[in-house]
């Protein structure tokens, strides 16, 4: 079983729908987390980092469930610029970062 | 300010050849990273680098894959001999932060090498 895990998609919305993703970590040790964003053909750029208590940027609202060992990320009013592949990060111990394989998301008009 | 530099962006060699990617992390960036990304495994860490001092190369595939940071300003990567499932973006990041705190920090990545291997 992989580390972190992600629905690969792509999922396909409209302008101004909400979609979220969760991605799931088998590693209960892991002790910090982010939503990187990775554009075709690009290098990742963070978004966001996701907070036990959740946190929100704007439309992004990301949440974490240590019980479930998943994190989400929501989008809420997409956009057709948000369309890119979103990477789940997890970091184990103080000293590993590990990838998810990423979810394409796809903004159509 | 300028962001990560690597070169070559693309690389194309026939199986056998040596490679080196080279990259320039962020000025005042203390740590350093080298990731590989293909399809199949997605994203992942190679070998990364405090204040020019190799922390943890457990990532790196094999012995012939070697990475090096003479100073706080380049990197290399180093495949010799290359083979073709090498195939990869390989992409160099850096980030603030002491040893212990580099990985809490956002990591900056550069524009990556799309490395081809025949």
């Known amino acids: 079983r992989k580390e972190v895990e992600q629905d690969p998609g792509p999922f396909n919305v409209p302008e101004g729908a909400t979609v979220a993703f969760n991605c799931t970590y088998s590693n209960s040790a892991s002790q910090s987390f982010f939503w990187y964003r990775q554009d075709c053909r690009k290098e990742p750029k963070l978004l966001m980092s996701?907070?036990?208590s959740g946190n929100e940027d704007g439309r992004f609202t990301a949440q974490l469930n240590r019980a479930s060992q998943y994190i989400s990320l929501l989008i809420r009013d997409s956009k057709l610029s948000d369309s890119a592949t979103y990477l789940c990060v997890a970091l184990l111990n103080t000293d590993k970062l590990i990838f998810g394989t990423g979810t394409r998301l796809q903004v159509f008009p | 300010d300028a962001g990560v530099i690597q070169s070559p962006r693309h690389e194309v060699t026939e199986m056998g050849q040596e490679v080196t990617l080279r990259c320039k992390p962020i000025s005042g960036h203390n740590s350093l990273f080298w990731y590989r990304q293909t399809m199949m495994r997605g994203l992942e860490l190679l070998i990364y680098f405090n204040n020019n001092v190799p922390i943890d190369d457990s990532g790196m595939p094999e012995d012939r894959f070697s990475a090096k940071m003479p100073n706080a300003s380049f990197s290399t990567l180093k495949i010799q001999p290359s083979e073709p499932r090498d195939s990869a973006v390989y992409f160099c990041a850096s980030s603030q932060g002491s040893q212990a705190g580099a990985m809490y920090n956002e990591q900056f990545f550069g524009p990556g090498t799309r490395l081809t291997v025949l």
């Open positions: 996701v907070y036990s």
